[in-house]
């Protein structure tokens, strides 16, 4: 205990004489109910003359007593005073200690205000000083109230000082305040506050409540709105504590404009951002009136909660027991998927899938049946999947609340609330994937400043001579840490943020340098670039400077770059044919336009679609389109070549339906250009 950190040891018989010879003598009066009679009027006189009387019945009380004389010193103590300082292990507050000085040198921060309501009472500024403090021991918690009041004994002035354990009281006062779960919000006064106390949101409710109109309410704080004065640095304090912790609700006392105490049950919610950071304090009252009200408003809870919750803009309903639904709100109804008779005496428990934010199951000791949250924590937000009536499913958030028993042995049901989050994890994967296009941008910088992307190369076969008679070349990025990666990862991002200019600049100058050396190459132009008019003048000053046989670079174009800039392909292909470069056109047997491609666009050679090469052994569809794309070819001068051969019974499919040239893994796969190309050079 902060106020009685101790006892210096005296004698039994030297502390209670010194209690009953600090007595006045005998004359009339009796003690005030509940009091010593130390200080509240003159003791009976059959007390003054028996001195062991005296001695036993303040021994008898459970209140810590002390007699002390106005500059701090101890006069004398009770038995019980004496036996609390001993069992706690404390020391100077016995007879003879400076009471003051033990306040005062005491690291509670509840011993300085005990030391500032004795000096009141010491010097006179007031009569009497109470305080109430916690004391809790390492096995329990106890609380106290101090009482201090000046008392003339024997014709000399001293403090009286009670100590009295308030324990079950302050613990009565909790567990009413927990037994409130049925009052979220009823009939109510709804305020909502910034973090900083402000008044944000003041309906009219609780304009009617405490008397302030919204206009007045709106931007003032809180503090100043609903308590005295000299009870605004505590309500600042509460606040905080509010917003720490997440949410409050108990009864208060707070203060009417025109003056008058109006008793609320309040109820507070911090609420977050979709950050998850907090952003403001929802405050939900409901006029009690005086105390004895209560137990009518807890006979129309029930109506007013639902009058409350059907305005929620989150699901919510009760379970009993055995986890059935027995009162759902609209939200709720909608969430569920079902209407009002499918919905009410159905489990709860049954629609959740049991499964993680990962989408993985969880384990049989996690999964929510029967009667009760299995593997769950009162309270806590949980993540799961809704089955709903029509057999789809949304991802929700629900926290699960017990409703407490009679017997407080077992829960008699559940109040659930529950929200669909399927935009909320929406919008987190797209920052997520935010997140990672700009690692890989930079990534892809970083690449092209420090050369780390190469290039690998696979063959194209003459189909007449199995003969190679050129090869396309492949992009990778050989990452420091993770390796080889594949094109697929990182291309559509580099497509996406504009990178891919830079990527083909990169591949094109690589491409001429290996024309340049006598090799036939093939490389691939991204969508963007069709459109860069000095992209073309760089590959025409990068031929001539290495002069090189422009035939032996053909730039690939697919279909879908085509889609995005017709114009700027046909632009582009026009001046590279003039150069004298060839054209292939990938993709080729997809989509509506690869006729009016070859209308408008000088190509060379039509690469057969994957998609129709894959299956030409089984599919007499892919053979037909394999065989009019041969003739189209050939009426208009051009070669073909077949992607993704991978068995020797596709080539010789293909050669029968007469296609040119072909590549795939069973003719060849890519590899290093020092493997393929250079090799031997």
Same mark, same amino acid.
């Given at each position: 205990?902060?106020?009685?950190?101790?006892?210096?040891?005296?004698s039994?018989s030297?502390?209670?004489?010194d209690?009953?010879?600090?007595l006045p003598? !005998?004359?009339?009066?009796?003690?005030?109910p509940?009091?010593?009679g130390l200080?509240a009027?003159p003791?009976?006189?059959r007390l &003054?003359?028996?001195?062991?009387?005296?001695?036993?019945?303040?021994?008898?009380?459970?209140?810590?007593?002390a %007699?002390?004389?106005p500059?701090?010193?101890?006069? &004398? %103590?009770?038995?019980? #005073?004496e /036996?609390?300082a001993?069992?706690n292990?404390?020391?100077?507050?016995?007879?003879?200690?400076?009471?003051?000085?033990?306040c005062?040198t005491?690291s509670d921060p509840?011993?300085?205000?005990a030391?500032?309501a004795?000096?009141?009472?010491?010097?006179g500024?007031v009569?009497r000083?109470s305080l109430?403090?916690?004391?809790h021991?390492?096995?329990?918690?106890r609380w106290?109230?101090?009482?201090?009041? *000046?008392?003339v004994?024997?014709g000399a002035?001293y403090?009286?000082?009670?100590h009295?354990?308030i324990?079950?009281?302050?613990l009565? *006062? =909790?567990a009413?305040?927990t037994r409130?779960?049925?009052?979220d919000?009823v009939? &109510?006064?709804?305020?909502?506050?910034?973090l900083?106390? %402000?008044v944000?949101v003041w309906n009219?409710?609780?304009a009617?409540?405490? $008397? #302030?109109?919204?206009?007045?309410?709106v931007?003032?704080h809180?503090a100043?709105?609903?308590v005295p004065?000299?009870?605004?640095?505590?309500?600042?304090?509460?606040l /905080?504590a509010?917003i720490?912790r997440?949410?409050?609700?108990?009864e208060l006392?707070?203060?009417?404009?025109d003056?008058?105490?109006v008793?609320v049950h309040?109820?507070?919610?911090v609420?977050?951002?979709a950050?998850? &950071?907090p952003r403001s304090?929802?405050?939900v009252?409901?006029?009690l009136?005086e *105390?004895?009200a209560v137990?009518?408003?807890?006979?129309r809870?029930?109506a007013w909660l639902?009058a409350i919750t059907d305005r929620?803009g989150?699901?919510?309903c009760?379970?009993g027991?055995?986890?059935?639904?027995?009162?759902?709100?609209?939200?709720?109804h909608?969430l569920?998927?079902?209407?009002h008779? +499918?919905?009410?005496?159905?489990?709860f428990?049954? +629609?959740?899938? $049991?499964?993680r934010?990962?989408?993985?199951?969880?384990a049989?000791?996690?999964?929510?049946?029967g009667?009760e949250?299995?593997?769950t924590?009162?309270g806590?937000?949980t993540?799961d999947?809704?089955?709903?009536?029509?057999g789809?499913?949304?991802?929700i =958030?629900?926290v !699960?609340?017990?409703?407490?028993?009679?017997?407080?042995?077992?829960?008699?049901? #559940?109040?659930v609330?529950f929200r669909?989050?399927?935009? *909320?994890l929406?919008?987190e994967q797209?920052l +997520?994937?935010d997140a990672?296009h /700009?690692r #890989?941008?930079a990534?892809?910088?970083?690449?092209?400043?420090?050369?780390h992307?190469v290039?690998y190369a696979?063959?194209?076969i003459? %189909? /007449?001579t199995r003969?190679t008679v050129?090869?396309?070349?492949l992009?990778?990025l050989?990452?420091?840490?993770?390796?080889?990666?594949a094109p697929?990862?990182?291309?559509?991002?580099?497509?996406t943020?504009g990178?891919?200019p830079?990527?083909?600049?990169?591949?094109?100058?690589?491409?001429?340098?290996?024309?340049a050396?006598?090799?036939?190459? =093939?490389?691939?132009?991204? !969508?963007r670039s069709?459109?860069?008019?000095s992209l073309v003048?760089?590959? =025409?000053?990068?031929l001539?400077?290495?002069?090189?046989?422009?035939?032996?670079?053909?730039?690939?174009i697919?279909g879908t770059?085509l889609?995005?800039?017709?114009?700027?392909?046909?632009r582009f292909?026009t001046?590279l044919?003039?150069l004298?470069c060839?054209?292939?056109?990938?993709d080729? $047997?997809?989509?509506y336009g !690869?006729l009016t491609?070859?209308?408008h666009?000088p190509?060379d050679?039509?690469k057969?679609?994957i998609?129709?090469v894959r299956?030409?052994?089984?599919?007499?569809?892919s +053979?037909?389109?394999?065989a009019a794309?041969?003739?189209?070819a050939?009426?208009f001068?051009l070669?073909?070549?077949?992607e993704?051969?991978e068995?020797?019974?596709?080539f010789?499919?293909l050669?029968?339906?007469?296609?040119?040239?072909?590549q795939?893994?069973h003719?060849?796969?890519?590899a290093?250009?020092?493997?393929?190309?250079?090799?031997?050079?």
């Amino acid at each position: 205990m902060p106020l009685e950190p101790g006892s210096r040891r005296t004698s039994r018989s030297r502390t209670r004489d010194d209690l009953v010879g600090a007595l006045p003598p !005998a004359c009339s009066g009796s003690p005030a109910p509940g009091d010593t009679g130390l200080g509240a009027g003159p003791l009976d006189a059959r007390l &003054a003359t028996h001195p062991t009387l005296a001695t036993g019945l303040l021994d008898a009380l459970d209140s810590h007593i002390a %007699v002390v004389e106005p500059s701090g010193r101890i006069v &004398a %103590v009770n038995a019980a #005073w004496e /036996a609390f300082a001993a069992d706690n292990g404390g020391v100077d507050v016995g007879p003879g200690a400076d009471y003051f000085a033990a306040c005062g040198t005491s690291s509670d921060p509840t011993a300085a205000q005990a030391l500032h309501a004795l000096h009141q009472v010491a010097d006179g500024r007031v009569s009497r000083a109470s305080l109430e403090y916690p004391c809790h021991g390492p096995k329990e918690q106890r609380w106290f109230r101090m009482l201090v009041h *000046r008392a003339v004994l024997a014709g000399a002035s001293y403090l009286i000082v009670r100590h009295d354990p308030i324990t079950a009281e302050q613990l009565t *006062r =909790e567990a009413v305040a927990t037994r409130a779960a049925l009052l979220d919000a009823v009939d &109510a006064a709804a305020v909502g506050v910034g973090l900083d106390g %402000v008044v944000q949101v003041w309906n009219e409710g609780a304009a009617q409540l405490w $008397g #302030w109109p919204v206009a007045q309410a709106v931007g003032r704080h809180l503090a100043d709105l609903l308590v005295p004065v000299h009870r605004a640095a505590a309500t600042y304090r509460a606040l /905080a504590a509010v917003i720490a912790r997440g949410s409050w609700e108990g009864e208060l006392t707070l203060l009417h404009r025109d003056g008058h105490d109006v008793t609320v049950h309040l109820r507070l919610r911090v609420l977050h951002d979709a950050d998850g &950071a907090p952003r403001s304090v929802a405050l939900v009252a409901v006029d009690l009136g005086e *105390r004895v009200a209560v137990e009518r408003d807890l006979v129309r809870s029930n109506a007013w909660l639902r009058a409350i919750t059907d305005r929620l803009g989150e699901g919510l309903c009760t379970l009993g027991p055995d986890g059935r639904i027995g009162y759902v709100n609209p939200v709720g109804h909608h969430l569920l998927g079902g209407d009002h008779g +499918r919905v009410l005496g159905g489990s709860f428990t049954n +629609r959740l899938l $049991g499964t993680r934010e990962d989408g993985s199951a969880r384990a049989p000791d996690e999964l929510l049946i029967g009667e009760e949250f299995a593997g769950t924590v009162a309270g806590e937000v949980t993540l799961d999947r809704l089955l709903r009536s029509d057999g789809s499913t949304i991802p929700i =958030e629900y926290v !699960a609340t017990e409703l407490p028993s009679r017997s407080g042995t077992e829960p008699s049901g #559940w109040v659930v609330s529950f929200r669909d989050v399927t935009d *909320r994890l929406a919008q987190e994967q797209r920052l +997520r994937e935010d997140a990672e296009h /700009a690692r #890989w941008m930079a990534r892809i910088q970083e690449a092209l400043e420090q050369d780390h992307f190469v290039l690998y190369a696979q063959p194209i076969i003459e %189909v /007449a001579t199995r003969r190679t008679v050129q090869h396309e070349l492949l992009l990778r990025l050989q990452d420091p840490d993770e390796g080889l990666i594949a094109p697929g990862v990182f291309l559509p991002i580099a497509e996406t943020y504009g990178l891919a200019p830079a990527i083909d600049r990169w591949v094109i100058g690589r491409a001429v340098a290996l024309a340049a050396a006598g090799h036939a190459v =093939e490389l691939n132009v991204s !969508a963007r670039s069709l459109s860069d008019r000095s992209l073309v003048y760089e590959i =025409e000053r990068l031929l001539a400077h290495a002069q090189v046989d422009p035939a032996l670079l053909v730039f690939e174009i697919t279909g879908t770059a085509l889609l995005d800039n017709r114009e700027g392909a046909a632009r582009f292909a026009t001046r590279l044919r003039e150069l004298g470069c060839q054209l292939a056109l990938d993709d080729f $047997g997809t989509g509506y336009g !690869a006729l009016t491609y070859l209308k408008h666009l000088p190509v060379d050679v039509l690469k057969i679609d994957i998609d129709f090469v894959r299956d030409v052994r089984t599919s007499l569809a892919s +053979r037909h389109v394999i065989a009019a794309v041969v003739a189209l070819a050939r009426a208009f001068d051009l070669l073909t070549v077949a992607e993704g051969v991978e068995d020797e019974d596709t080539f010789t499919v293909l050669a029968e339906l007469g296609v040119d040239q072909a590549q795939g893994y069973h003719l060849g796969r890519p590899a290093p250009l020092d493997e393929t190309l250079l090799a031997g050079s």
